[in-house]
């Protein structure tokens, strides 16, 4: 099945990147502020959570991977537990969020091709250009401007 696997790749194309996980662990959704911005000093609306380590990431992309979706949601459901955030659910609690946030995951991660860097930018996962943008203002925006000068 394709899964989402955290990886460095395009780490540090944009200046707040961070990759506390490890590279291709399995990550999933975390928790996120509700408030704002993919951009922010706290990071949640722009990263994803790793199943082992629990720490955040920045940038991921699809594996296909030899699992099945109860090993996949068994996994899940320990990585949830690891975390801590269960202490207060009900099992029927946990049990919604196991299946609700699977299903998800490997419904985006299946419209994904394999091995193309991603993102998460607020609601949205998207593909990371493989070039960095660029940095410095082009030529031609430089010479207009010295001309007007
Ligand atoms: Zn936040």
Same mark, same amino acid.
């Given at each position: 099945m394709k899964v989402f696997v955290a990886t $460095?790749?395009?780490?540090?194309?944009?200046?707040n990147d961070f990759f506390f996980g490890t590279e291709g662990e399995l990550v999933k959704f975390g928790s996120e502020c509700d408030e704002g911005s993919?951009?922010? $000093?706290?990071g949640c609306h722009r990263c994803m959570i790793g199943f082992d380590t629990n720490k955040a990431v920045t940038t991921f992309k699809v594996v296909h991977m030899n699992m099945t979706m109860e090993k996949y949601q068994a996994k899940y459901r320990e990585s949830l537990i690891a975390s801590g955030w269960?202490?207060?659910?009900?099992e029927k609690e946990l049990d919604t969020w196991v299946k609700e946030d699977t299903k998800a995951l490997v419904h985006y991660a299946d419209v994904v091709s394999i091995g193309i860097p991603l993102e998460k930018r607020g609601n949205a996962i998207q593909i990371r250009h493989l070039d960095p943008p660029a940095k410095t203002v082009p030529k031609t925006i430089k010479a207009q401007h010295k001309a007007k000068a």
């Open positions: $460095k790749e395009t780490q540090g194309q944009r200046p993919a951009d922010d $000093k706290c269960v202490k207060l659910m009900t």
